[in-house]
């Protein structure tokens, strides 16, 4: 099926843009009152995760609602320990919790390497069924988590400021780690090309927790299981490695197989692009909090980051997820400003 939009796609090959694409992470929730009505009628985030139909709705709602040159599959990052064998609930305000943790080799033994398409196929039929109703309008994004966020949550059983127990793991079992991150990273590579052969049209890594490593584990411990997938995916559909907090490997990040970089907005776009390449495409990197602002302050502000990035190799977006308290006319004021935006 021919795109009508395929902006974000030609952004990532490095190819020449009217304008500079945008799309926001988690632009399918909260920030939405059309997103919390459908959540309304589901017993919890996990079940509406596991319904296609459901799930297909909220992915285009911001299409519809925010006009985003994209929609990005709703889903979790945690699909994958899950379809593992380790389960986890969605504890409201609090964040994901898992009963069972990774804490020896015997843990590690009894995970399974997931099969995308067989023990996520609720994810896969999503895609599908989004692919049929955008039409062409746009195109769809699939998503995973990096290998060692997904680590970080099975050893440390939920959301942490530190992730003690899960660096703790690092250091004194550091075989164990490695163990359990070829398992999540094979899983991911089976999970990744299943959302492709079900239409996604590109693909993102959420290395969520990539700041709270120092440079030498970050190193061992995760740029090697994204590179892993990034080989295993390259020339399928276009990659962007999102790492948040990792100012200190971005040099690294730019050798990677992928074509986007995504950057938060601790991370200066001129040094960025000094220290990437001229090879990828950049996206990001407003402050989430920016949107709080008034009209006059979100346009200055955005339309400051635009000319920072330039008019080639950029997608535009925020540096994380949009907040849930913020106002749905201010995000889509962001957005057509970036629409509207000419170099």
């Given at each position: 099926?021919?795109l009508q939009n395929d902006l974000i796609l030609r952004a990532a090959r490095g190819e020449k843009t009217e304008r500079t694409p945008v799309?926001?992470?988690?632009?399918?929730?909260?920030?939405?009152?059309?997103?919390?009505?459908?959540?309304?009628?589901?017993?919890?985030?996990?079940?509406?995760?596991?319904?296609?139909?459901?799930?297909?709705?909220?992915?285009?709602?911001?299409?519809?609602?925010?006009?985003?040159?994209?929609?990005?599959?709703?889903?979790?990052?945690?699909?994958?320990?899950?379809?593992?064998?380790?389960?986890?609930?969605?504890?409201?305000?609090?964040?994901?919790?898992?009963?069972?943790?990774?804490?020896?080799?015997a843990d590690i033994n009894k995970l399974r390497v997931a099969d995308g398409e067989n023990d996520l196929s609720y994810v896969c039929d999503?895609?599908?069924?989004?692919?049929?109703?955008?039409?062409?309008?746009?195109?769809?994004?699939?998503?995973?988590?990096?290998?060692?966020?997904?680590?970080?949550?099975?050893?440390?059983?939920?959301?942490?400021?530190?992730?003690?127990?899960?660096?703790?793991?690092?250091?004194?079992?550091?075989?164990?780690?490695?163990?359990?991150?070829?398992?999540?990273?094979?899983?991911?590579?089976?999970?990744?090309?299943?959302?492709?052969?079900?239409?996604?049209?590109?693909?993102?890594?959420?290395?969520?927790?990539?700041?709270?490593?120092?440079?030498?584990?970050?190193?061992?411990?995760?740029?090697?299981?994204?590179?892993?997938?990034?080989?295993?995916?390259?020339?399928?559909?276009?990659?962007?490695?999102?790492?948040?907090?990792?100012?200190?490997?971005?040099?690294?990040?730019?050798?990677?197989?992928?074509?986007?970089?995504?950057?938060?907005?601790?991370?200066?776009?001129?040094?960025?692009?000094?220290?990437?390449?001229?090879?990828?495409?950049?996206?990001?990197?407003?402050?989430?909090?920016?949107?709080?602002?008034?009209?006059?302050?979100?346009?200055?502000?955005?339309?400051?980051?635009?000319?920072?990035?330039?008019?080639?190799?950029?997608?535009?977006?925020?540096?994380?997820?949009?907040?849930?308290?913020?106002?749905?006319?201010?995000?889509?004021?962001?957005?057509?400003?970036?629409?509207?935006?000419?170099?």
């Open positions: 099926m021919n799309w926001l992470m988690r632009q399918a929730g909260r920030v939405l009152p059309e997103y919390r009505e459908v959540r309304s009628k589901m017993g919890g985030f996990i079940e509406l995760v596991k319904t296609p139909e459901f799930a297909a709705e909220v992915t285009i709602q911001p299409v519809d609602i925010l006009g985003v040159d994209a929609a990005i599959i709703f889903s979790d990052i945690l699909v994958i320990p899950e379809a593992m064998g380790l389960p986890y609930t969605m504890v409201e305000a609090r964040g994901p919790w898992f009963e069972k943790t990774v804490k020896s080799e999503a895609i599908r069924l989004t692919k049929t109703a955008l039409a062409g309008r746009v195109p769809l994004i699939g998503f995973a988590g990096a290998p060692w966020t997904l680590l970080a949550y099975m050893v440390e059983g939920s959301g942490s400021k530190t992730f003690s127990r899960a660096k703790k793991f690092l250091y004194t079992e550091p075989r164990l780690a490695h163990m359990l991150l070829e398992k999540i990273t094979e899983s991911t590579i089976h999970y990744l090309k299943a959302q492709v052969k079900a239409g996604a049209d590109m693909l993102q890594i959420f290395d969520s927790w990539a700041g709270i490593l120092s440079p030498a584990q970050y190193r061992e411990f995760a740029l090697p299981y994204i590179s892993d997938i990034c080989n295993a995916l390259h020339g399928v559909v276009p990659i962007t490695v999102f790492a948040k907090d990792a100012f200190f490997v971005r040099e690294d990040l730019g050798k990677l197989k992928c074509n986007t970089i995504g950057l938060d907005w601790t991370m200066d776009v001129a040094e960025s692009r000094a220290l990437i390449g001229n090879e990828k495409t950049l996206q990001g990197n407003a402050d989430p909090c920016l949107l709080y602002a008034d009209f006059e302050t979100i346009k200055t502000e955005t339309e400051k980051m635009l000319r920072a990035f330039g008019p080639s190799k950029h997608i535009a977006n925020l540096g994380h997820g949009l907040y849930p308290d913020l106002e749905k006319e201010k995000v889509k004021f962001f957005v057509d400003t970036i629409k509207e935006f000419r170099f």
